[in-house]
């Protein structure tokens, strides 16, 4: 006889399963197939009849139908609560270096792990007091998490309506499952309130007063982004491109160098090398802002691309919800995933195996709408309180097949964002790096530096690249010196501000003040007239006057080298100047 | 005593169903014809419809034939008696050798969790200067030798196969023309490696499931040498026929293809084996280098493409050589500042030198005079492709990088080269 919650499988087609049921289940809800003592992780996707299409997170081998299923009648969740930075996390927040001390080299199947430690001890202190009449978000005490002074424990989010508090713990030291508040709701129900509650993923968390207008830039400290494609506080952007291009590098340099709070990194179907990169070095290199490692205000989400595919569509979202989670907590939180395609592969392949009728190259129809909803998570929003804000920036990494950015991810990812760091295989193979192209890419965003500047530095770009393409058809000697200035001058421009060195511990940030000085003197050269007899002197003018500033941009910014190099530039830009 | 099922109720492509109970996703069964005995693996369950992937084909196969479940997936042996064998895809002997079965695994295992991964640091030394000088092979890298059809990348498997530094070659040939496996054996063989190396060979005569098999068999087998210590190194040829293999069962279970007809976890099924190369800390490694033959030359083709976000880099060949400005090791960064403080700079002035070559060259070819300078750079490009690109070439990196300085001395002086002074006087070759 089946238990109520219970069903048995009647097929297996690679990850998915169907499973025949007695009772009801739930849209997404979780269940555990079971291969005799094994339980792999699955997840309700479809519902037909007294069937039900099931995505399991492990490999199904040896599932066999007849086994028996057991539907748990929660929706896929992630525990949140103090502890999570510093976190090495799978798709489904199974803590790795847990699982490498219990199953050695290997992931293996069916074992998972709770995602914090719930015998560690924290030190609270009390903000609420009994009487108080509070909502879902609100904090009701601190504890302090590393770099974040105050980790709020909230009234947990799945708490609708409003709650009344009847008890809170004293200051003092608590595990996480110790009751810390007690709350009651106008039907008189009465609830317990500990560090740590459960969210499901990806039901968006809205626990704030109103979402804001995303205006204040987010600097990266890397030129070409904060001058000419800004991306705001709780923004969106995606940078797409070709394998090669430097995406993931980009990604690395931006999670370093920005100034947000806490840093997700979501490594969603790439190559474990490069997690491991960031697992190896994070904890050794220094933030500078707040003078702790970089890893004190990371959590890393890696499932890498021979993890199950389904837990890869899970990480995405794992991601954002804790995300989401510090949001609550007044913070600027700034997520990136690397790569959303894979994300969109991963369900495509499952749209596959339920015999949806395909859209563009066999992605489901709905592609759209996910990537829309999972960038909308995104925001700055106004908390509770009404005074705190808390923000979410999103940065995606897009891989088009083929480098093509007219394919449905980018296309799809396209609509959503409000900046576009379009990478290109031209100028990754000319090493010009950060590939980013100066004319395809956009931005919504306010610049840290003046509009009207950039717009001038665009048409220098613009045309430069007009009279580099006409050379090549006509030849040198056919362009005139006037064309072939521009030509120079936009080459210079590129060298000596767009690109910019990543492994060069001066030139890798460059702050949003530098920013500012350093465009300020390289418009003025781009508006400088100059006077020259012939093309092999302005070219030779030029390449000296692009090594003077790019010796600049190794120098630290303001110090006495800095300054003297600057005389240098200037002495330079007076030897050809034209005075009006 | 397991059961045995008469009642074949579809046959499509190789892809056979019967009806049965209590079957095992992915477990082996074997079928019983009147052509012989093969393999076959369970691939979807459906209420009491089982699918199996027939390995030998499903040609021959009548409705009344014999069909009988191991219980157990497809296993290969990891014993060391595997070193000089040669097997097929299914994990039969080639060689008229006795079969062997003891210490046998599971194939296509779970993955290693990416916090036991280490920062990759040991160079694998390979004996051509294309890849020792300009893009280094590292200890746990994965790297396909993108090559248009006609390109010698057997020659030059076959080659590392026999020089590199490393422990255990697993070759793996994936629908293999039978010359080329026969040049394989008979090479490794002249040369001794055969000792060392174990082959899985499916050619491409055999039946296409086989072929499929192929990687995980390699990389399973790998897996446990490494775990024992052992620094492997598997050479993988071709993988274009194994994503087409996978793409034939695709379309013959009807699924809904995604790109030029590959199915849509392409990417995951390459990354499933790719992944496989690591480095175990405090036991050995598993290093891949596959060939990927791009139709058309096209590198955005499914294949290369998929590969490309897979992989850490590519050798491009092209021509009879390993092109350097399309080749990159991404790892390279990682041990080339460690051999001598000199490989670094040969590396990019060559290079650089190299690319002004090519420049030069257009202008030659447009009818511009040469200068003097080009004369030198191309006196530079001709020595450059003759005495390092060439795949002939065998010397170590010490000897390359010392060729490297004589070719500079050759056609430059020491200020033209731009090279930092203090390289310059220890390095420079000394008129004798």
């Known amino acids: ?580 | 005593m397991r059961k045995v099922y008469h009642k074949i109720i579809q046959i499509a492509g190789n892809v056979i169903t019967v009806e049965a109970d209590g079957v095992a996703y992915n477990d082996l069964a074997e079928v019983t014809s009147a052509r012989g005995t093969s393999l076959a693996q369970v691939i979807r369950l459906q209420d009491r419809k089982v699918s199996l992937q027939v390995f030998t084909g499903s040609r021959g196969i009548s409705t009344g034939d014999e069909v009988r479940f191991l219980g157990r997936p497809m296993r290969v042996s990891s014993s060391e008696e595997l070193l000089g064998r040669i097997f097929t895809g299914a994990g039969k002997p080639r060689d008229n050798r006795p079969e062997i079965t003891d210490k046998m695994i599971e194939i296509g295992g779970p993955s290693v969790n990416p916090a036991r991964r280490i920062i990759p640091r040991k160079m694998i030394r390979t004996g051509i200067p294309m890849i020792d000088v300009f893009n280094t092979l590292v200890e746990s890298q994965k790297l396909p030798i993108f090559s248009v059809a006609g390109e010698p990348y057997n020659e030059l498997l076959a080659r590392i196969a026999m020089q590199a530094e490393v422990d255990v070659i697993i070759l793996g040939g994936m629908g293999l023309k039978y010359d080329d496996y026969l040049t394989f054996r008979n090479t490794l063989d002249e040369h001794g490696a055969l000792s060392r190396t174990v082959m899985f060979i499916h050619t491409a005569s055999d039946p296409v499931v086989e072929c499929l098999l192929v990687p995980d068999m390699c990389l399973a087998v790998a897996e446990s040498y490494a775990l024992n210590n052992k620094r492997v190194l598997v050479l993988l040829s071709d993988m274009t026929n194994f994503a087409d293999a996978e793409k034939e069962i695709a379309i013959t279970m009807e699924q809904i293809p995604s790109n030029r007809g590959y199915p849509g976890d392409l990417y995951s099924q390459l990354a499933a084996r790719y992944e496989k190369a690591v480095d175990f800390e405090g036991a050995g490694s598993i290093t891949i280098l596959a060939v990927t033959t791009m139709p058309g030359d096209d590198v955005t083709h499914p294949v290369p493409d998929n590969t490309g976000y897979i992989t850490e880099g590519q050798f491009y060949l092209k021509n009879g050589r390993i092109e350097p400005f399309g080749s990159l090791s991404r790892l390279k960064q990682q041990v080339n500042g460690k051999t001598r403080e000199d490989h670094r700079t040969v590396m990019d002035t060559m290079i650089r030198f190299y690319a002004d070559y090519k420049e030069t060259l257009e202008k030659q070819s447009m009818g511009f005079q040469m200068s003097s300078w080009d004369e030198k750079l191309l006196k530079y490009g001709k020595l450059f492709e003759k005495n390092m690109m060439d795949l002939s070439v065998n010397i170590s990196l010490e000897d390359a990088l010392d060729l490297g300085w004589k070719i500079f001395a050759e056609c430059f002086d020491k200020t033209e080269t731009g090279i930092k002074s203090d390289l310059i006087e220890k390095f420079w070759p000394k008129k004798s």
């Open chain 1, 1 to 580: 006889m089946l238990d109520s919650n219970n069903g048995y499988v009647v097929g297996v087609n690679g990850n998915m399963l169907t499973v025949e049921f007695t009772s009801s289940v739930t849209q997404n809800e979780v269940a555990y197939a079971k291969i005799g003592d094994l339980k792999l992780k699955a997840e309700v996707i479809r519902v037909r009849g007294n069937r039900a299409d099931l995505q399991v997170f492990e490999s199904t081998a040896g599932l066999k139908v007849g086994d028996e299923v057991e539907f748990t009648k929660s929706l896929l969740s992630v525990t949140l609560g103090p502890g999570l930075l510093k976190q090495v996390y799978d798709g489904l927040q199974n803590p790795l270096n847990k699982l490498s001390e219990k199953s050695g080299f290997f992931l293996q199947r069916g074992v998972y792990l709770d995602a914090l430690d719930f015998d560690s001890e924290w030190l609270f202190t009390p903000m609420a007091a009994p009487g108080d009449h509070v909502s879902a978000g609100d904090p009701l005490g601190y504890v302090p998490e590393g770099i974040v002074e105050k980790h709020y424990i909230m009234v947990p989010f799945a708490f609708r309506g409003n709650w009344e508090v009847t008890y809170v713990a004293p200051a003092g030291t608590y595990k996480m499952k110790e009751c810390m508040a007690r709350l009651r709701n106008e039907r008189g129900e009465e609830r317990e309130v500990t560090m740590v509650q459960e969210w499901p993923v990806k039901v968006p968390v809205t626990c704030y007063k109103e979402k804001l207008m995303a205006t204040k830039p987010l600097i990266t400290q890397q030129r070409i982004i904060d001058t000419f494609f800004p991306v705001a506080q709780g923004g969106t952007f995606c940078t797409p491109g070709p394998f090669g291009a430097g995406k993931t590098v980009l990604q690395h340099s931006i999670s370093r160098y920005a100034d947000v709070d806490i840093v997700i990194i979501a490594a969603c179907g790439e190559r474990a090398g490069e997690v491991v990169e960031i697992l190896r070095e994070y904890p050794e290199l220094v933030d500078p802002k707040t003078g702790r490692t970089l890893m004190d205000r990371s959590i890393i989400i890696c499932n890498t691309s021979s993890m199950p595919v389904a837990a890869r569509e899970a990480s995405v979202y794992t991601a954002v919800t804790l995300a989401e989670y510090y949001r609550q907590m007044g913070l600027n939180v700034l997520l990136l995933a690397d790569s959303t395609s894979r994300w969109a592969q991963a369900l495509r392949e499952m749209s596959g195996r339920l015999e949806e009728i395909p859209g563009e190259e066999a992605f489901p129809a709905y592609l759209e709408s996910l990537i829309a909803s999972f960038y909308e998570r995104a925001g700055l929003v106004l908390l509770n309180d009404g005074k705190t804000k808390g923000s979410i920036t999103i940065g995606g990494s897009v891989s088009p097949a083929g480098g093509n950015f007219e394919e449905p991810v980018t296309q799809a990812t396209l609509k959503v964002v409000g900046a576009f760091l379009g990478l290109s295989r031209e100028r990754s193979s000319a090493r010009r790096f950060p590939a980013i192209h100066p004319l395809e890419s956009w931005s919504h965003y306010k610049s840290v530096v003046n509009a009207d500047e950039i717009k001038y530095a665009r048409e220098i770009l613009r045309r430069g690249q007009e009279v580099n393409q006409m050379m090549k058809v006509v030849g040198e000697e056919g362009t005139t010196l006037d064309d072939f200035v521009i030509y120079l001058k936009s080459e210079f421009l590129d060298f000596v501000y767009l690109q910019q060195n990543t492994f060069d511990e001066v030139d890798a940030a460059s702050s949003a003040e530098r920013q500012k000085y350093c465009f300020n003197k390289v418009v003025n050269v781009l508006k400088t007239r100059f006077k020259f007899e012939n093309k092999e002197q302005a070219r030779r003018f030029f390449q000296e006057l692009r090594l003077t500033f790019t010796d600049l941009n190794y120098l630290p910014f303001k110090t006495e080298e800095f300054i003297k190099q600057e005389e240098k530039i200037n002495a330079k830009i007076q030897e050809k100047a034209v005075h009006a």
